[in-house]
C-alpha cells in the first residue's frame, strides 16, 4: 500500500469520528508525505490545524495507521503554505432557500461605531463539545486578524450561540488592540437594506466606503441575502475588496457553505483557504451549565431538580432555554417562593407547545417541498418518479416526528397506505441515524420550520 492509499484509508475512518466541519477544516487538505523509521509525517494546510490535530487527533490517527502499517511509531505535523487559489468569476444562477428574518431587538448599549453588543464575549460562551472548534478558531482569529484564518465561516442552527460567538470575536479584538483595528458588524438584513438604499439614492459610492473602511467585517446570517442578485453582487465585491487587502472576514449562516450555491461557486478558493466550524446542539452538561452561568450572573437560584428538568426539557436552542428559565425565575420571583417540580413542568410544557404548536402539517409539506426544490402536490401526487421518494419519505418522517400524528392519518395526506408510511418512517430513522450528512438534511428541514415560526 502507498503513502497516498494508507491516507484516504485513514481519512476515512477519521471522517466517521469527526463532526462534517471539523473534518472539512483539519483534514481535507492534509496528506500524508512520507515515513521514515516509523516517524509518519503528515503536511496540513496551517498552524491552527496542526495544533488541533496535534492535541486532540494524534493518538487516534497513530491508532489508525498502525492498524494498517505495523512499523507506525510517531507522527510527526507539517505546515505547508498553500496560497488560495485565484476566484473564479463564473456567474451561476440565484438558488437560495428564503427563509423568515429573525428579529434582532436586542438593542441596549450598542456601540453605534461598530455595531457590536458588549454582551457577547468569549469569556461568557460556554464552551462543551458542540461548539468547542468554533470557540478556538474564534479565539485564535483575535491572534491572526487577517491572516490566517480568513475567512471563518461559522454555521448552525437557530439559537445555537452563532450571533454570541461572531460579535464576541469583534469585541475581543477591538478590545485587545486598543481601538487601532476596527471591527464592523452587521446583519445580512441591514446590509440588504443598505444596498437597496443606496442604489434608490444613488449613494454607491459611500455604501463601499462604508463597508471597507473597517479592518474586521462581522456578516451574520449570510443566507438571508440569498436570491437578492444585487446584494450578492455588493457582498461579493465587498469581499473581494476587504480581502485582498488583508482584513478579516466573518461569516455566519445557518447552512455550510456548499449549501449556499451561488456565494459558495463565486468564494470556493477563498473558503478553502479559510476556516469553517460548525456549532451543534449542546449536550447536557452543557445546558446546565449554562443555565447555572445564568443564574450566577443574574444572582438568582433554582433547585436543582428543576435545572434538571429545564435541561432536560430543551435541547436543541439555547435562546429558548433561556427563555424559559426567565419565565421559571419570573414565576418564582412573583410567588417568592422556591418552584416546585409540578409549577416548572407547567411552565415548560406550555412555552415548548407553544413552539411546536404553531407548525401545521401544511407548513411540514411546504417547508419539504422548499428543500427539495419541489411543489407540495409532488409530493402528495402517486407518481413513483424516483426523485420524489426521498422528499416523500422524509415528509412522512417529519409528520410523526414533529406533529405525533398517526401513521394511517399521514397515509391519508400523501395517498399512501399506511404500512408505507410506517415503512418509510423506520427507514428515515435509520439513514438519520447512521448518515450524518443525512441527518443534516433533516436538521436544516426543521430548522426552516422553526424559524418560521419563533
Ligand atoms: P444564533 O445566532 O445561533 O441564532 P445566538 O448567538 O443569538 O444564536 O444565541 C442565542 C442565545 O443563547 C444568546 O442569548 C446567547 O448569548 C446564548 N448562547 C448561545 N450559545 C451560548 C454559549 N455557548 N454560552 C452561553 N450563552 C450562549
Ligand atoms: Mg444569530
Given at each position: 500500500m502507498d503513502l497516498n492509499q494508507l491516507w484516504q484509508l485513514t481519512l476515512s475512518e477519521m471522517e466517521v469520528q469527526l463532526s462534517r466541519a471539523s473534518f472539512a477544516t483539519w483534514l481535507k487538505n492534509s496528506q500524508l508525505v512520507d515515513k521514515r523509521e516509523g516517524i509518519f509525517y503528515i503536511a496540513l494546510p496551517n498552524n491552527f490545524a496542526k495544533e488541533w490535530i496535534e492535541n486532540k487527533y494524534q493518538k487516534n490517527i497513530l491508532g489508525i495507521i498502525r492498524n494498517f502499517d505495523s512499523s507506525a511509531r510517531k507522527l510527526e505535523f507539517i505546515v505547508t503554505n498553500q496560497e488560495p487559489k485565484a476566484l473564479t468569476r463564473k456567474q451561476v444562477e440565484v438558488d437560495?432557500?428564503?427563509?423568515?428574518?429573525?428579529?434582532?431587538?436586542?438593542?441596549?448599549?450598542?456601540?453605534?461605531?461598530?455595531?457590536?453588543?458588549?454582551?457577547?464575549?468569549?469569556?461568557?460562551?460556554?464552551?462543551?463539545?458542540?461548539?468547542?472548534?468554533?470557540?478556538?478558531?474564534?479565539?485564535?482569529?483575535?491572534?491572526?486578524?487577517?491572516?490566517?484564518?480568513?475567512?471563518?465561516?461559522?454555521?448552525?442552527?437557530?439559537?445555537?450561540?452563532?450571533?454570541?460567538?461572531?460579535?464576541?470575536?469583534?469585541?475581543?479584538?477591538?478590545?485587545?488592540?486598543?481601538?487601532?483595528?476596527r471591527p464592523k458588524y452587521v446583519s445580512s438584513e441591514k446590509f440588504t437594506s443598505d444596498v437597496v438604499w443606496a442604489i434608490r439614492n444613488k449613494r454607491m459610492e459611500d455604501m463601499k466606503k462604508k463597508y471597507r473602511d473597517c479592518d474586521v467585517l462581522i456578516i451574520d446570517d449570510i443566507q438571508f441575502i440569498g436570491g437578492k442578485e444585487k446584494t450578492e453582487e455588493e457582498f461579493f465585491h465587498t469581499?473581494?475588496?476587504?480581502?485582498?487587502?488583508?482584513?478579516?472576514?466573518?461569516i455566519s449562516s445557518d447552512r455550510p457553505p456548499q449549501?449556499?450555491?451561488?456565494?459558495?461557486?463565486?468564494?470556493?478558493s477563498r473558503f478553502d483557504g479559510g476556516l469553517t466550524a460548525d456549532i451543534s446542539y449542546p449536550e447536557y452538561e452543557m445546558r446546565v451549565a449554562i443555565i447555572k452561568n445564568r443564574l450566577q450572573i443574574s444572582n438568582r437560584q433554582l433547585p436543582d431538580h428543576v435545572i434538571d428538568l429545564v435541561a432536560n426539557s430543551i435541547k436543541r436552542n439555547i435562546r429558548e432555554l433561556e427563555g424559559v428559565l426567565n419565565k421559571i425565575?419570573?414565576?418564582?420571583?412573583?410567588?417568592?417562593?422556591?418552584?416546585?417540580?409540578?409549577t416548572a413542568q407547567e411552565i415548560i410544557e406550555k412555552s415548548t407547545q407553544s413552539f411546536l404548536g404553531?407548525?401545521?402539517?401544511?407548513?411540514?409539506?411546504?417547508?419539504?417541498?422548499?428543500?427539495?426544490?419541489?411543489?407540495?402536490?409532488?409530493?402528495?401526487?402517486?407518481?413513483?418518479?424516483k426523485e420524489m421518494v426521498?422528499?416523500?419519505?422524509?415528509?412522512?418522517?417529519?409528520?410523526?416526528?414533529?406533529?405525533?400524528?398517526?401513521?394511517?392519518?399521514?397515509?391519508?395526506?400523501?395517498?399512501?397506505?399506511?404500512?408505507?408510511?410506517?415503512?418509510?418512517?423506520e427507514k428515515i430513522n435509520q439513514e438519520i441515524n447512521k448518515n450524518s450528512p443525512f441527518n443534516q438534511k433533516i436538521i436544516m428541514i426543521k430548522e426552516s420550520l422553526y424559524n418560521k415560526n419563533q
Open positions: 437560495f432557500n428564503k427563509l423568515d428574518t429573525q428579529a434582532g431587538l436586542d438593542l441596549v448599549k450598542i456601540d453605534p461605531d461598530t455595531n457590536l453588543n458588549p454582551r457577547y464575549t468569549l469569556d461568557s460562551f460556554i464552551v462543551g463539545a458542540s461548539n468547542e472548534l468554533a470557540h478556538a478558531a474564534a479565539s485564535a482569529i483575535v491572534h491572526e486578524v487577517g491572516s490566517k484564518y480568513n475567512p471563518f465561516f461559522i454555521y448552525g442552527g437557530v439559537g445555537l450561540g452563532k450571533t454570541h460567538l461572531i460579535q464576541a470575536i469583534g469585541n475581543e479584538i477591538k478590545n485587545y488592540y486598543k481601538g487601532k483595528l469581499f473581494n475588496a476587504l480581502y485582498e487587502n488583508n482584513k478579516q472576514i466573518i449549501s449556499i450555491p451561488t456565494l459558495e461557486e463565486r468564494l470556493r425565575l419570573f414565576y418564582q420571583e412573583k410567588k417568592g417562593t422556591e418552584i416546585d417540580k409540578k404553531r407548525i401545521t402539517d401544511d407548513q411540514i409539506l411546504k417547508a419539504v417541498a422548499d428543500f427539495y426544490h419541489t411543489e407540495v402536490p409532488n409530493l402528495i401526487g402517486r407518481s413513483r418518479k426521498e422528499p416523500r419519505q422524509v415528509a412522512m418522517y417529519l409528520l410523526r416526528d414533529i406533529l405525533r400524528m398517526s401513521y394511517p392519518y399521514i397515509g391519508e395526506k400523501l395517498g399512501r397506505d399506511h404500512t408505507t408510511v410506517i415503512h418509510s418512517f
